[in-house]
């Protein structure tokens, strides 16, 4: 779920943040839609990891918001590193901090829709077989 759902949603949410409807041409969007997306990934298999973990021991109600600041966090380590890797410099507060919020909405839905919201089958306390 994460894997998937997580760059394709930071593709689109980077296009519509950062779109301007009388431009004439997309220019350097779509760069950025990609860059997001990419970062987004690596994000992902950071939290995705850890938010199985989580649903070992925990409600939903603690899990989420534990895996949005998992999210968050990974987020803003990735931005910050893919940044002072690509240009030696820290990106600007704007720019890490919508990263970092978009990341942390994304990775909080992806940890809701990857929940089972009481499919599971019941275990059974009787005897086996009857």
């Known amino acids: 779920m994460f894997l998937l759902l997580a760059p394709a949603s930071m593709f ?15 220019g350097f969007l779509p760069f950025v839609a990609m860059v997001w997306s990419f970062l987004s990934l690596s994000a992902s298999a950071i939290t995705g990891p850890v938010d199985g973990y989580l649903a070992r021991s925990l409600p939903i109600v603690l899990r989420a918001p534990l895996t949005t600041i998992v999210g968050a966090m990974a987020g803003a380590t990735v931005g910050c590193g893919f940044a002072f890797i690509a240009f030696r410099l820290l990106p600007p507060p704007s ?3 919508s990263f ?4 942390a909405v994304v990775m909080g839905g992806c940890s809701l829709l990857s929940h089972d919201h009481g499919r599971q089958r019941p275990t059974s306390t009787g005897p086996a077989g009857l």
Do not use: E, G, R
């Open 95 to 97: 720019v890490l901090i």
């Open 12 to 26: 689109f949410i980077a296009w519509f943040m950062h779109a301007d409807p009388n431009a004439k041409s997309p």
């Open 100 to 103: 970092t919020v978009s990341c």
